[in-house]
């Protein structure tokens, strides 16, 4: 915060305790800031004077000091930014902890000394001087070249450099022209200041002399690349203050106008473009003067091509089937066919649109131009051809056009990819592609890439249609080739793979550029006519099933790998299952009152799609409680788990609990051609006989989902 001064002239920061972060007057007039902070008072008498050479400390100096003596935020800045960032101080830890000080009583403007010494000390290193100083730059008078018409002409090279080549901003630019010439302004005589961008050409135009023309320019208020250091005593600091701006000066004539000297630049409108595309170059055209000519000026053109480009690299591995692109750089265009050609108008200096020509043939293509002279213009030649900005490199862009041959089928079926490609060359030339190893493509062919992804588990539906395709393991890969027959269109199988489990499948595919044509990236994954959902192969089920979970009738183990458990943690149901398969029409329990059975030819606890069917009873004989005796509790939400033998856990959600009678237990409930559930089967429905014997009538089953 601003106080009240101690330090003669003094302009910054006090903290607390009475530190002074600013800059203060020195004796002799001019203000300054220390260089001892904490170690020594300000100088009260004028002492010794030398010049230090340090081009950032002279352009801070110089910059900001002036400006300081009026803001405290500004002094405080530029006394850390002397002392502190470019270690001009004596005392840097002191330095430190008097900032430290104002950070705790006024962190806000402590932020902002930081931040604008930050600021100051990046630009002064950008902008400072070499190390001899700043060199007023020889300025560039380009002559009028038409003395009857007043000619005009322009005035580039000014500014200044600092050491990093970068304009300097700030300094001021008097002009002042001789020899008749005035500005656009109708004066001979302009100034204007610096930017961080260099000074646009500046027009001026002859008087109606015809003698040489010469500009004065000066530069006034020029950062020193020194400063002044004020030798410190025994009790006195040092100080260091600006060294004062300079001034520089230069000088340009230019001699008598002879012939106008037009220059041509010219750029093609696509450089990179597929056939049927439409080429245009612009052509620019300066030196003529401002005004139209008595007579235009003729100019000619030519569009030479095509030529084989370069072949880029080889097409890199499967994982991605990009390939160096194609060049046109360094192609011999000294027997270069000429597509087309004419002649155009230049009446003035601007910008003309010449030579449009549709191409349809693949290669590489440049245009040229050249003026034709006149009395007062001297000929331009042909630009060069095979200049980048002039040349176009002319590819095929090949389309990809997909179709799986089945999208619904079983376990079992063999997949295959159909592609149709359309856009492939058809120039008159085929440079050769560099072969994928193993691909059987070269010379006269393009290189593609299958893949076939899954299995992946189908969505909520049953479908692919919202299928998670990240992370999906690649089930089969490989390439093939595309055969370049001079047709834009082809049709290949790709991709030929067998189908061992049910889940969601999809090919992707992509091709690698080459000389001719650009590259074609990877097909999405899961798009719909890509994708096929495989189910497990149909299992046979009596068409009366029946489930036997209410007897002690034993059921038909089966051996199985390690040991799989069921249970329903909120019910306190667990069980060990074991294989049972369908005897006749009806599909058994296990004994025992912790043994429940896996339907053999159900599908697995890994599977992606199709029904897993667990039996189990309620009671035996005895009436002693079953495996599934707490079953009948059972509600929506509830969650099973289920361990596999090899020790993996499939979490379920039961989703639906509903009973049957036992003699009209429905087939669909066996249905593997469904999406992936757990059924869960026991007996309910009990009759107790006048004997004091029971049975069950009905069949209580829980369906589950993945969850």
Do not use: K
């Not at 009973?659 to 409930?669: I, N």
């Amino acid at each position: 915060m601003p106080v009240a001064e101690r330090t003669p002239g003094f302009v910054g920061l006090t903290t607390s305790r009475g530190h002074e972060l600013g800059i203060a007057r020195l004796p002799g007039g001019g203000h300054g800031l220390c260089l001892d902070t904490g170690t020594r008072a300000w100088p009260t008498a004028a002492t010794r004077i030398r010049l230090v050479r340090d081009p950032v400390v002279g352009y801070l100096l110089a910059t900001h000091l002036d400006r300081a003596r009026r803001d405290p935020v500004r002094a405080a800045a530029l006394w850390w930014a002397v002392g502190a960032l470019r270690g001009r101080n004596s005392a840097p830890a002191t330095m430190r902890a008097y900032l430290a000080e104002l950070e705790r009583t006024d962190d806000a403007r402590a932020t902002r000394v930081r931040r604008t010494a930050r600021g100051w000390v990046r630009d002064a290193v950008r902008l400072a001087a070499p190390r001899g100083g700043y060199v007023a730059p020889r300025p560039v008078l380009r002559p009028g070249t038409d003395p009857a018409r007043s000619g005009a002409g322009t005035l580039t090279g000014l500014g200044l450099r600092s050491a990093r080549g970068l304009p300097v901003p700030g300094v001021l630019v008097t002009l002042h022209l001789t020899g008749g010439a005035t500005f656009a302004d109708g004066r001979s005589t302009r100034t204007l200041v610096t930017t961080t961008t260099a000074p646009a050409p500046i027009s001026w135009r002859r008087g109606s002399a015809a003698g040489p023309v010469a500009v004065r320019v000066r530069y006034t208020g020029v950062p020193a690349h020194h400063y002044r250091l004020h030798h410190g005593t025994a009790r006195a600091q040092r100080v260091a203050t600006a060294a004062g701006p300079r001034t520089l000066t230069a000088s340009a004539t230019a001699p008598a106008p002879v012939l106008r000297t037009p220059t041509l630049r010219t750029q093609v409108n696509l450089q990179r473009a597929e056939p049927g595309a439409q080429l245009v170059d612009a052509v620019t055209v300066s030196g003529l003067g401002g005004s139209p000519l008595p007579t235009p000026l003729t100019g000619e053109w030519q569009l030479l091509g095509p030529v084989a480009p370069a072949p880029g690299s080889a097409p890199a591995p499967p994982a991605s089937p990009t390939q160096a692109p194609a060049s046109c750089v360094g192609r011999d265009w000294s027997r270069a066919p000429v597509a087309a050609g004419g002649r155009f108008p230049v009446p003035h200096d601007g910008t003309f649109s010449v030579g449009a020509t549709r191409v349809s043939a693949t290669g590489c293509y440049t245009y040229r131009e050249r003026l034709l002279g006149s009395a007062t213009t001297v000929p331009v030649p042909w630009t060069s051809a095979g200049l980048p900005e002039e040349t176009t490199l002319v590819a095929a862009a090949p389309r990809l056009r997909t179709l799986v041959n089945h999208q619904r089928a079983t376990a079992g079926v063999e997949l295959v990819d159909r592609v149709v490609l359309t856009g492939l060359p058809t120039g008159p030339a085929v440079a050769p592609v560099a072969p994928v190893p193993g691909s059987g493509s070269g010379t006269g062919s393009l290189t593609g890439q299958w893949q076939l992804l899954g299995p992946v588990a189908p969505d909520a539906q049953g479908r692919c249609t919202r299928a998670t395709w990240t992370g999906a393991p690649v089930l089969a890969a490989g390439t093939f080739a595309v055969p370049l027959t001079g047709e834009p269109t082809t049709t290949l199988l790709v991709g030929r793979t067998r189908i061992t489990r049910g889940g969601c499948y999809t090919y992707r595919e992509a091709l690698a550029g080459s000389a001719q044509s650009a590259p074609v990236p990877w097909t999405a994954a899961g798009i719909a006519d890509e994708t096929s959902l495989v189910g497990p192969r149909p299992v046979a089920v009596p068409q009366h099933p029946r489930v036997d979970t209410g007897g002690s009738r034993p059921g038909s183990p089966r051996p199985a790998r390690g040991t799989s458990t069921v249970a329903l943690p909120r019910l306190g149901l667990t069980a060990t299952l074991t294989g049972v398969a369908f005897h006749g029409a009806v599909l058994p329990a296990p004994r025992g009152a912790r043994t429940a059975g896996q339907w053999a030819h159900g599908a697995p606890l890994d599977a992606l799609v199709g029904t897993t069917v667990l039996t189990g009873h309620v009671s035996d004989d005895s009436d002693r409680p079953g495996a599934f005796a707490r079953l009948r509790s059972a509600r929506r939400g509830d969650v099973v788990r289920v361990v596999d033998g090899a020790g993996t856990i499939h979490r379920w959600r039961v989703t639906r609990t509903w009973s049957v009678d036992r003699h009209r237990l429905p087939r669909s409930v066996f249905t593997q051609d469904v999406a992936r559930r757990l059924v869960l089967i026991t007996c309910t429905g009990r009759v107790t006989t006048p004997g004091g014997g029971f049975h069950y009538r009905r069949n209580l089953i829980v369906e589950a989902v993945p969850w």
